[in-house]
């Protein structure tokens, strides 16, 4: 009896023994398992945090790419510009309707290492402007009146460094353009040198420069000359020669 009584407490405390290792065996598995859970949060975590500054990096270079990409446009646009102000001592000032002038303006100043200012209308001549034909066009009745002076927009911001300008303009009926005589008046050419250059088809320099001479008569003025659309270089620059302008590195 006795016997029995102490084979029934062994298998009872046998199996309340494996049921202690049950408990702890789960617990520790569960244990790991949340370990293991807070782990791969913890990583994802991070795994997010590296994407969402790796992404954050690429907007900010793509920022900045975008920047220099128009910083350099701004510049390449800006340097398109005439400029004026360099530190040349001679000056090529010229009005271009149609572009003609502009060529063997372009052409001095290269040759010549001088500055370039454009001589722009506040209001732009149009095709219908320009129409020679149409005696109440905008340059018919502008040249018709010797008292016209169109608008220029900007201005020369230095023009006491220059001691020689060379002013280019188109033939219209045989003068200046009314323009050049707005140009001529808004500055102090007193002790500069002067001279003026044209293009036409077929009209020759004549006294198209008369005006502009009466109105800057204390400047020191040269022979002008006419040149065609299609002139070189190397003919702008014998006129020059022929005056007597050089480059500031050869004087």
Do not use: H
């Not at 001279?195 to 036409?200: E, G, I, K, N, P």
């Not at 109105?215 to 040149?227: E, H, N, Q, S, V």
Request: aromatic share 8%; with cysteine; glycine share 8%.
């Amino acid at each position: 009896m006795k016997n029995g009584y102490k084979k029934r407490a062994m298998v009872c405390a046998m199996l309340t023994l494996s049921w202690a290792l049950g408990l702890t065996a789960c617990a520790s598995s569960g244990n790991k398992e949340k370990n293991t859970s807070d782990t791969t949060a913890s990583a994802q975590t991070e795994l997010q945090e590296k994407e969402e500054v790796s992404t954050d990096q690429t907007e900010l270079q793509e920022k900045e790419e975008v920047n220099t990409d128009q910083t350099e446009f701004q510049e390449e646009e800006a340097g398109t510009e005439p400029e004026t102000g360099s530190g040349s001592n001679i000056l090529i000032a010229y009005f271009s309707a149609t572009n003609n002038t502009e060529g063997v303006a372009q052409k001095l100043a290269e040759g010549l290492d001088a500055d370039l200012y454009e001589i722009t209308p506040e209001q732009p001549y149009t095709d219908e402007d320009l129409d020679y034909g149409d005696s109440n066009s905008r340059s018919s009745v502008e040249m018709d009146d010797p008292d016209a002076r169109p608008e220029i927009s900007g201005t020369v911001e230095n023009m006491e460094q220059y001691d020689t300008v060379l002013i280019g303009y188109p033939i219209w009926w045989g003068e200046a353009p009314r323009i050049m005589s707005t140009f001529i008046e808004s500055y102090d050419f007193e002790g500069k040198t002067l001279a003026a250059f044209c293009t036409s088809a077929s009209s020759g320099f004549g006294s198209s420069d008369s005006a502009l001479r009466t109105a800057a008569d204390k400047a020191t003025w040269l022979d002008g000359k006419r040149f065609s659309a299609g002139t070189s270089e190397e003919e702008v620059m014998e006129w020059a020669g022929e005056l007597g302008v050089v480059p500031d590195s050869e004087s």
